[in-house]
């Protein structure tokens, strides 16, 4: 895995074979943030990272001027690794990495983030989907201008869910975007 682009442009991650991980390609990460870049001034932008894994997504935020980046994984491994990786980046202030199950999480926490990003395991179901769906909205993780995100493979389909914006497609990877009234 790479950063992209900021102030850490180019840094290579590399996480331990052994880690329960699907990082998202950089191919797919460059397209994300592509449509980001439209949407946001990262300088000010804060994240809520559920299902974090080794970091992908709340690095390239901080590396492009995330303010206030939240990493939630439950995974010791994955939290010890993006914890370590923080510390020797010296991003400490900015991100905050957190060992917890996402769903118990998004049940205690409310904070109205700009984005929340979410890359639940492929194997989840339709209605593990909906769940965090229904607990972001319901919970107040989303700023009045927030927006959630999902990271899913092509057999989970929003189309009918009255909050999505757009779906875009990157090779196997797809991204849902939502927006809720405040």
């Known amino acids: 895995m790479r950063i992209i682009s900021g102030s850490f442009r180019g840094k290579k991650i590399n996480a331990p074979s052994n880690l329960p991980v699907r990082p998202t390609t950089d191919f797919a990460k460059e397209a994300l943030f592509n449509v980001l870049n439209n949407h ?3 300088d000010s932008v804060s994240v809520l990272d559920l299902f974090s894994g080794i970091g992908s997504i709340s ?8 303010t206030r980046i939240v990493s939630v994984d439950i995974d010791p491994g994955c939290v010890r690794f993006l914890s370590d990786t923080v510390k020797k980046m010296n991003l400490e202030n900015i991100v905050t990495v957190i060992r917890s199950d996402v769903f118990e999480f998004l049940k205690h926490r409310n904070s109205g983030f700009d984005v929340v990003y979410a890359d639940p395991p492929y194997d989840f179901e339709q ?3 909906d769940r965090i769906i229904g ?6 993780f989303l700023s009045s201008e927030g927006e959630l995100i999902i990271e899913h493979p092509k057999n989970i389909s929003f189309k009918d ?6 779906t875009r ?13 405040a």
């Not at 690095?59 to 995330?66: I, M, N, T, Y």
């Not at 607990?135 to 107040?140: A, D, H, K, V």
């Open 40 to 42: 946001y001034d990262f």
């Open 59 to 66: 690095l390239e935020f901080a590396s492009r001027g995330g």
């Open 127 to 129: 209605q593990d989907y």
């Open 169 to 181: 497609k990157y090779g196997r990877v797809h991204f849902s975007f939502f927006e809720f009234e």
């Open 161 to 166: 869910h009255p909050n999505l914006t757009q």
């Open 135 to 140: 607990l972001i909205s319901e919970n107040g």
